[in-house]
């Protein structure tokens, strides 16, 4: 399909699970128009940050566009049958679940049905797992363990009309921006009661009344006892718990048990704290409870789920409008990836894979040669698999494993080590295509066509609105290819992504006669116009009986063989006691405002990355303090099997005896800082998620020799023992650290900057004595490359300099340059906070000193914050800090 300029194309956003829809408008100077879409039920036209910078980073510049084998360019064919021929050979010799495959919660539906189908149905094992057992695999583990099902009962509208929004491990305003809007215009409107429920008091408390900073996974104490004290306060409602429930007894039992004090002593909050958060929930009928990754990424994540529900199910407060437990998911098609039944503990349609029953239906749907017979291996065992060689060919698609797995060196070694690794990706080089014996060239968001499914269980349509470039394919052509040249042509005969959403949406509703969630029957015979036209559109959507509610549950109905829910009794957990005197801090890692995951595509937009151009680690001040470490230090943080090197943030938010870095780093972007190198790789019993936010650490400072800040137009290729880089316009920017300096700092310069030192023109000064050194080179008035070192980098403008990247200098502007700085009236913007606007912090102090002293004054005179509104958190806690300014 060809890019029609200037003709709008309804999507669907490829990042977070609120799933907002956009509008793409292809320009006739090849760059795309983005804009919210106003009909979309999830955004009616608002976009956060990240969607509306989606036209920043459609760049071919680093994509994968070409297969490849072994380092070398191959054509299609070579390449498919390469990896067909060596995972039927690897099957052939040592049995079927000897093959893996590794997929993601960003593949569309359609990509996930059909490589779920070939290795659940054809190949017959169960060996394929996803990102989503990083994500959402507690969620799905406390939804079947209490529905009998992976239900999300509610809807967004539940956000709105709620009376109290309870947030529990949720950073809405950064990973759930458009949602978190809608909850705050909800709160203007009606008064909403926000609980956030957080270790760091995040973004997110900008809108909260109560914010509980509560210890480390200690979120199932917090939960047994509200449990206890609903019972007590009378708020069980006995009709529901009767006729829809089973198991509220020993749940009770477990609860009744524990004091307050214990929940005191485990939470680390307090007990007059406790008191008002325990009585606003029980004394408000419509309460949501929203959770994520501080629930999910957790050893006890299944029973800090199930904790949740149980108090929903105790109260009956559970999909009437306002009421229920809401499971936000983090990917665009988390929720596509579980219908298909992408985990490897799940097979199709929500079905089981552990019941006889339904592998039988499966089967016979498919017309399959074998189906699988147990759940094959969750992400953390697979990837142990490969290291220990009992997994012999994995094919990785559309997820950065090298990177997001914890204990991620040993997955890196564990791939280097495995005898066939193919990855389908869109760009060329990350830190797991490093690993590859064959890349596949995958169509990108724009370029693909297909459907995902949001938080709200609402199907809507990706559309493409550009031409495939290179020779990218989409994902489900690629693994129906393979399918077909491993012996399986019929079964994979899809013309194109309708068909295969028609004999999914065909298998939701096979025999299923209410017994299913799942069930979208009714688009099954959707055309392939209708396809292309469709709208979005929440699930269920049951042939000849329309939705009668979105909503699930209020009436009971569970998917339980009894149709009753369950109680999941949850224990008291010991003291998260992981630290130990060598590693006396407790690792959380988390997201976030402008970053997307490894950064593959967020990465390449100089605007988003201008809001955090480093990796850093928050550390609250007491321990800073204790440690000798200040505000842009850098530090060494310690896990025993690996390092990290950050910068460190110093910051009151940040839980004592807690530190917080972020997940997105990666090799391409920074020396030392894929923090899931880090990670232990405990997981959770149930769910086999692994606990992403709890590892202990020890964090020092890092002793260095100089530190040093550069700007250079050419990609540079540091190999300083710290260094970060960023885009910039015209450019890159990168700070710098190491032991001994080098003796000629022109000549290191040059190396850094990959250019001939003899052949180019320099400025430099040097101060040995008071050690700073500043050299520039230039290619005719262009700046190639400028590299400061030394005493004064603190107070360099970093984008003063990254600006003079893309302007021509006249021979004494070269030196001017060397100042670091602009002279007279202009002023450095600060860190940027309205990616929109750009308005950087140091406009909005002064804007603040000038008498603006709210978030809208600053709006109005500065436009930050009126767009997409993803930073008014940020501008309310400059005001806050400036105002304590004032104040002391
Ligand atoms: N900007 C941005 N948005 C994103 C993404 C992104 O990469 N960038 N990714 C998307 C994806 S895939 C996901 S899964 C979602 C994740 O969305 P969130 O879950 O909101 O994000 P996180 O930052 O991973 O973690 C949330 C919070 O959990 C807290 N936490 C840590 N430990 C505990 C604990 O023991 N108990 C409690 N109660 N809280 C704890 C952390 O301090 C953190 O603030 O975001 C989605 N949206
Ligand atoms: N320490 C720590 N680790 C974490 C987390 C955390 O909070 N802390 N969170 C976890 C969670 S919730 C998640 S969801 C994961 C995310 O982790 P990953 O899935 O590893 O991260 P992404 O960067 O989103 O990787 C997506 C990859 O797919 C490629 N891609 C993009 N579009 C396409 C496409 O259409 N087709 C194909 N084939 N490839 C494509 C991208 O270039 C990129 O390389 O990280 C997990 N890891
Ligand atoms: S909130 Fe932002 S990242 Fe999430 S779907 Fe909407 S625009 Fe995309
Ligand atoms: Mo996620």
Redesign the pocket.
């Known amino acids: 399909m060809a890019a029609c300029t200037g003709k709008s194309v309804k999507t669907a956003c490829p990042y977070c699970g609120v799933g907002c829809g956009v509008v793409a408008t292809p320009q006739a100077d090849g760059s795309v128009a983005i804009s919210g879409d106003g009909e979309h039920p999830a955004n009616f036209g608002k976009l956060c940050s990240k969607g509306g910078a989606l036209g920043e980073t459609l760049s071919l510049d680093d994509r994968l566009l070409h297969p490849e084998a072994n380092g070398v360019r191959v054509s299609w064919d070579e390449a498919l049958d390469l990896v067909a021929s060596r995972f039927s050979q690897t099957i052939a010799q040592h049995g079927r679940d000897s093959v893996a495959l590794y997929v993601?919660?960003?593949?569309l539906t359609e990509d996930y049905y059909v490589a779920n189908k070939l290795v659940k149905g054809f190949i017959g094992t169960a060996n394929i797992d996803t990102?989503s057992r990083?994500?959402m695999a507690s969620s799905v583990a406390g939804h079947r363990r209490a529905f009998g099902a992976d239900t999300v009962p509610g809807t967004y509208e539940d956000f709105e009309e709620a009376d109290l929004v309870v947030l529990v491990g949720s950073n809405l305003a950064w990973c759930h921006p458009v949602l978190h809007q809608r909850l705050a215009r909800a709160r203007e409107r009606r008064g909403t009661k926000v609980v956030v429920i957080d270790p760091r008091a995040t973004a997110t408390c900008d809108i909260a009344d109560l914010h509980l900073p509560v210890a480390p996974d200690a979120d199932v104490a917090l939960f047994l006892g509200l449990l206890a004290r609903l019972e007590q306060d009378g708020a069980l409602d006995a009709a529901y718990v009767g006729a829809h429930t089973s198991g509220a007894e020993p749940a009770l039992a477990l609860a009744r048990n524990v004091s307050v004090d214990q929940i005191a002593d485990l939470t680390g909050i307090d007990a007059a704290t406790l008191e008002r958060f325990y009585a606003l929930w029980s004394q408000t009928s419509r309460v949501v409870t929203v959770y994520s990754?501080g629930v999910n990424?957790s050893t006890s994540g299944s029973d800090k789920v199930n904790a949740i529900i149980n108090c929903h199910l105790l109260t009956g407060r559970i999909g009437r409008p306002g009421m229920g437990p809401f499971s936000v998911t983090?990917?665009p098609n988390a929720m596509g990836g579980r219908e298909v039944g992408g985990l490897a503990n799940m097979l199709a349609a929500h079905m089981q894979i552990e019941n006889a029953g339904d592998r039988d239906r499966v089967q016979r749907f498919w017309s399959s040669p074998a189906i699988a017979q147990k759940p094959g291996l969750k992400a953390v065992d697979l990837f142990r698999a490969i290291g220990t060689g009992q997994i012999k060919a994995v094919w990785i698609?559309?997820?950065?494993?090298v990177?997001?797995i914890?204990d991620a060196d040993a997955a890196r070694a564990a791939l280097l080590a495995c005898p066939f690794v193919v990855v389908?990706?869109?760009?060329r080089e990350?830190d797991?295509t490093a690993c590859a014996h064959v890349l596949l060239p995958?169509?990108?968001?724009g370029e693909?066509d297909g459907t995902v499914t949001n938080s709200e269980r609402r199907i809507t349509r990706q559309r493409a609105f550009l031409p495939l470039p290179g020779e990218a394919r989409p994902?489900w052509r690629i693994i129906c290819d393979v399918a077909s040249r491993m012996g399986f042509p019929d079964a994979f005969a899809f013309p194109n992504a309708a068909a295969i959403f028609r004999e999914h949406a065909a298998l939701s509703a096979f025999e299923n006669d209410g017994a299913r969630d799942f069930d979208i029957g009714a688009l099954s015979e959707l055309d392939d116009v209708a396809f292309d036209a469709l709208a979005p559109v929440q699930w269920p959507q049951r042939a000849g009986a329309p939705a009668a509610d979105a909503r699930f549950f209020a009436q009971g109905g569970f998917f339980t063989p009894d149709r009753r829910a369950r109680f999941v009794p949850t224990h008291l957990p010991s003291r998260a006691k992981l630290t130990t005197r060598e590693r006396p801090f407790t690792l959380n890692?988390?997201?976030i405002r402008d970053q997307?995951?490894?950064m593959?595509?967020t990465g390449k937009a100089p605007r988003l990355m201008a809001h955090a151009p480093e990796p850093f680690c928050e550390l609250h001040p007491q321990d800073a303090a204790r440690i000798g470490v200040k505000h842009g230090d850098l530090v060494d943080i310690d896990a025993g099997h690996a390092r990290a090197v950050m910068r460190a943030v110093i910051t009151p938010q940040q839980r004592r005896g807690s530190v917080f870095a972020p997940?997105h780093w990666t090799d391409r972007f920074a020396a030392r800082a894929r923090?899931?190198a880090l990670?232990d790789p405990a997981c959770d019993p149930v769910s086999g998620q692994p606990g992403?936010k709890n590892t202990p650490v020890s964090v020092t400072p890092f002793a260095s020799a100089w530190t040093g800040f550069a700007v250079a137009a050419r990609r540079p290729a540091p190999k300083t023992d710290y260094w970060a880089l960023a885009p910039v316009e015209g450019g890159w920017r990168m700070e710098l650290a190491a032991g001994a300096p080098p003796d000629d700092w022109q000549a290191f310069a040059a190396g850094l900057f990959g250019i001939d030192a003899g052949a180019a023109d320099w400025v430099a000064y040097h101060d040995r004595a008071g050690f700073s050194h500043r050299v520039a080179t230039f290619v005719g008035d262009r700046l190639a490359g400028a590299l400061f070192v030394g005493a004064g980098a603190a107070a360099l403008s970093r984008s003063f300099l990254s600006d003079a990247l893309a302007l021509a200098h006249t021979p004494e502007a070269r030196f001017r340059l060397l100042a670091g700085r602009a002279g007279g009236a202009q002023e450095d913007p600060g860190a940027l906070v309205c990616a929109c606007y750009s308005v950087g912090a140091n406009a909005i102090s002064k804007a603040a000193l000038a008498g603006a002293c709210s978030v809208e004054a600053i709006g109005a005179k500065l436009k930050a914050g009126t767009n997409c509104g993803s930073c008014r958190s940020e501008i309310r806690r400059l005001l806050d800090e400036r105002r304590l300014e004032e104040a002391v």
């Open positions: 993601s919660g960003q593949l990102n990083l994500c990754q990424q983090g990917q698609i559309g997820t950065n494993p990177d997001s914890p389908s990706d869109v760009i990350t797991t995958a169509a990108a968001w693909k994902d890692t988390g997201r997307w995951h490894t593959t595509r997940m923090i899931g990670v992403l």
